[in-house]
């Protein structure tokens, strides 16, 4: 995917971008998405935070949408699953309705919109990938297989792994985003507090994440 904005679209007003929240009121859960895509060959899963719900069991704030990814180049098999609605892409506030494939390939989200309504449903994130490997969008020397970046449910929803969300959510670390980090660490193994440190230093040097993440002194037994 390229880095410049493909031409047209609708940029949107101030009043326009605080408007979609209403838009998105009605979106959809990760029960509802399973089920759209249930028995799908590609990889997917649920992202951000969502994800780090569906990590510790249950729902802990309010969620303004829902993001899953997928591999780029499976977009057409996704896309297929959703007869009667449509995908716009979005990005850097402005709207491409109905994204041709010029847009797709220029920019990475794509927002499941209800024709009837002008709602939105589901955000879909099309990810850099070679085959079944996963290219990390922010460093693109971040690459692991699919099966070690998704986990799933009891119920078998996939969700992408902690460690990788909050390396996400890292770059702007918002308020919601320290909540985030703040709430999920503690029930991170050391495994993946360890694996999170490493993709940090790696992408975002000197971020203040990381002096939470250093490994908890040992009480030594006199």
Not at 11 to 17: K, T, V
Not at 73 to 85: C, H, I, L, T
Not at 131 to 159: F, Q, S
Request: charged content about 25%; overall charge negative; some cysteine.
């Amino acid at each position: 995917m390229s880095e410049q904005l493909p031409g047209g679209g609708i940029e949107l007003s101030p009043a326009e971008i605080e408007a979609l929240d209403a838009r998105w009121s009605s979106c959809w859960t990760p029960s509802d998405v399973a089920r759209h895509l249930a028995g799908i060959a590609t990889p997917w899963y649920v992202a951000a935070g969502w994800a780090l719900d569906l990590f510790r069991g249950r729902q802990t704030r309010e969620h303004g949408d829902i993001e899953i990814a997928i591999p780029a180049a499976s977009f057409p098999e996704v896309r297929s699953r959703f007869p009667g609605y449509v995908f716009d892409g979005a990005g850097s506030g402005r709207i491409w309705e109905d994204a041709t494939p010029d847009v797709l390939a220029a920019i990475h989200q794509t927002w499941l919109r209800d024709p009837a309504t002008g709602n939105y449903l589901l955000d879909v994130f099309r990810e850099p990938h070679e085959g079944d490997t996963w290219i990390c969008r922010r460093d693109e020397t971040i690459r692991l297989p699919y099966r070690d970046i998704t986990h799933h449910t009891h119920n078998g929803i996939p969700y992408l792994t902690p460690e990788l969300v909050l390396l996400f959510k890292a770059k702007h670390a918002r308020r919601k985003d320290q909540a985030d980090f703040d709430a999920t660490v503690p029930h991170m193994t050391p495994a993946q507090r360890e694996k999170l440190a490493e993709l940090l230093a790696r992408a975002h040097p000197g971020h203040p994440w990381l002096a939470d993440l250093q490994p908890l002194p040992q009480t030594v037994t006199p």
